[in-house]
């Protein structure tokens, strides 16, 4: 069983158009996340969800909006794709943290390259 | 979180320990470290984290002095497979900045 599955695996649209890309985890996990690795492989955290609720929105445009309908899953709508979102795009997951404790493990998903044109 | 700093590339041969030293000059008291391995197509995968001194499990070990400004990632006599792009991290709770990443490339 995957244990952090994501959708599509690939991604090709065209400038202007919405895309959604949707993420499940199957592992019990509090905290969801989402990350964008750009073609130098910079790999930059997005949002962070915890238990449906919205706890770290890094300076991301807003045509970018993620939807946790439970907190098994989180799905990443955008909006009006620009060119500079091609990008591989990662959710992740870990058990809940409190502050001051490590981050626990995260569970990355296999990732969904998006190519805008 | 503060990015750490590490070395873009690396290069080894089968069989050889290799370790990869990161720096944290920005790491604070409730911080973490943690190290991540990303082969290519795939997300990234949790390696080890510590707090201070030592820590080694089944896959590497990790070597953080008392300072904690840098730490070290060792790999015992590695393969052709862990060839790889390795990450260091300043963690705490819901909270992490990946570095710019290691490419570790071992030769035959």
């Known amino acids: 069983d995957t244990a952090v599955s994501q959708t599509p695996k690939y991604l090709v649209t065209q400038m202007g158009n919405d895309k959604s890309i949707k993420c499940e985890q199957n592992?019990?996990?509090?905290?969801m996340y989402w990350y964008k690795q750009d073609s130098k492989k910079f790999l930059k955290i997005m949002f962070s969800y915890n238990n449906k609720e919205l706890i770290i929105n890094e300076t991301v445009p807003n045509r970018f909006s993620p939807k946790s309908p439970d907190k098994a899953h989180l799905n990443l709508h955008i909006n009006s794709l620009e060119l500079g979102d091609s990008a591989v795009y990662f959710c992740?997951?870990?058990?809940?943290?409190?502050?001051?404790?490590?981050?626990?493990?995260?569970?990355f998903g296999p990732g969904t390259r998006l190519t805008v044109l | 979180l503060a990015k750490t700093t590490q070395p873009i590339s690396m290069d080894s041969y089968e069989g050889q320990e290799v370790n990869i030293t990161c720096s944290h000059n920005?790491?604070?008291?409730?911080?973490?470290i943690t190290w991540y391995q990303q082969f290519p197509s795939q997300g990234p995968r949790f390696i080890i984290q510590?707090?201070?001194t030592k820590v080694t499990n089944e896959v590497a070990s990790l070597f953080i002095p008392a300072d904690r400004k840098s730490s070290t990632l060792s790999l015992p006599r590695v393969s052709l497979s862990d060839t790889a792009v390795y990450y260091c991290?300043?963690?705490?709770?819901?909270?992490?900045?990946f570095g710019d990443g290691t490419t570790l490339t071992v030769k035959p």
């Open positions: 510590g707090y201070k």
């Open positions: 991290l300043d963690t705490n709770a819901g909270k992490s900045t």
């Open positions: 992740a997951s870990s058990p809940g943290a409190l502050a001051g404790e490590p981050l626990n493990e995260q569970f």
């Open positions: 920005n790491i604070a008291t409730n911080d973490y």
């Open positions: 592992l019990g996990h509090d905290t």
